[in-house]
């Protein structure tokens, strides 16, 4: 956490600097530069994703040309869990929170969170590295290995979806 907080808290315009200073806005300043990093941590894994998605849904042809129907029947359920993942990244809370909520996010959740999104980043890694075995398996024309290809990167990213469940957990108090 502590990298990414700080580079952002760095990259800080000099009135946003002054604002550190002043008694009672610090801490509220704080908190935006923490959901600041976070956000950037979460864009990174959603243009990750999204480029993982794109050379997945490259390799529709190959299945098709295939006539496979079980294979066509994997890769749609492969697709729809990437479509709710993708879904889930993109819509996932920042951390804020209104007045009145029971559940207050405070700047050791707001640590914690954006520890575990930047935690996101090796199991996006291995999602990425699974399409790319996908792809291969694919363009070699290989339908066993086809098929193990994609069942392992359903189990990457159904592995992924249950990361995310587990981070509206950590934001609504549950998953500490």
């Not at 990414?4 to 550190?20: F, S």
């Not at 801490?27 to 956000?39: A, P, Q, V």
């Not at 399409?131 to 990167?153: C, F, P, T, Y």
């Not at 990213?157 to 469940?165: G, P, R, S, T, Y």
């Amino acid at each position: 956490m502590g990298k990414i907080y700080e580079k952002v808290k760095d990259r800080t315009r000099l009135v946003e600097k002054i604002e550190l200073f002043v008694p009672g806005f610090r801490g509220y300043k704080e908190k935006e530069l923490r959901r600041e990093s976070d956000r950037i941590i979460r864009e990174y894994l959603l243009r990750k994703l999204n480029a993982s998605y794109e050379d997945f849904k490259g390799i529709m042809t190959f299945i098709a040309m295939t006539g496979n129907s079980a294979l066509f029947e994997l890769y749609n359920q492969v697709q729809a869990v990437f479509d709710r993942i993708i879904v889930k990244l993109k819509t996932a809370d920042y951390g804020y929170t209104g007045f009145f909520d029971a559940v207050k996010i405070e700047e050791p959740e707001l640590d914690r969170l954006i520890e575990f999104d930047y935690g996101l980043v090796e199991a996006v890694e291995r999602i990425t590295r699974r399409v790319a075995e996908v792809r291969e398996a694919a363009i070699n024309g290989d339908q066993g290995k086809l098929v193990g290809a994609m069942s392992g990167l359903r189990g990457e990213l159904m592995v992924f979806q249950d990361l995310l469940n587990k981070r509206e957990d950590l934001l609504s108090g549950m998953g500490r």
